[in-house]
């Protein structure tokens, strides 16, 4: 599998390139760190995601500025974005749904998520 040099979203969206990833890698183990995941992420990649071995999931804070690299305290802000764009969400059945379907995901014994 090749990766394009640049991702776009328009021609190469980050969700199909994530998805042929997990498709190739089904099975095995994927660690992550990002600052940034919520409801419509899952909703995209949960296919693949569910096909994986062991899977790490490292929330943080997007750093602002360049002294915000390195090690520092973020607390609970990766938790309150995800709140907040919950709350920003239409709530319907379907949205339930996915909700229960990522909390049931991350509760896995093969899954560990740290903030």
């Known amino acids: 599998m090749t990766i394009p040099f ?3 979203n328009q021609q190469h969206t980050m969700a199909d390139i994530l998805n042929d990833l997990l498709r190739h890698h ?30 790490r999931l490292l929330l943080g804070d997007e750093p602002e500025a360049g002294s915000d690299l390195g090690l520092r305290e973020i607390g609970a802000k990766p938790v309150k974005g995800l709140i907040r764009d919950l ?7 379907a949205t339930l749904r996915l909700v229960e379907d990522l ?13």
């Open 103 to 115: 909390v049931a995901f991350l509760r896995q014994d093969h899954v560990q998520v740290r903030l």
């Open 87 to 93: 709350a920003g969400e239409n709530f319907n059945e």
């Open 6 to 8: 640049v991702i776009d």
């Open 26 to 55: 089904k099975g095995h183990s994927l660690d992550v760190a990002t600052a940034y995941f919520n409801v419509g992420g899952w909703q995209l990649l949960r296919d693949g995601l569910n096909g994986l071995g062991n899977f």
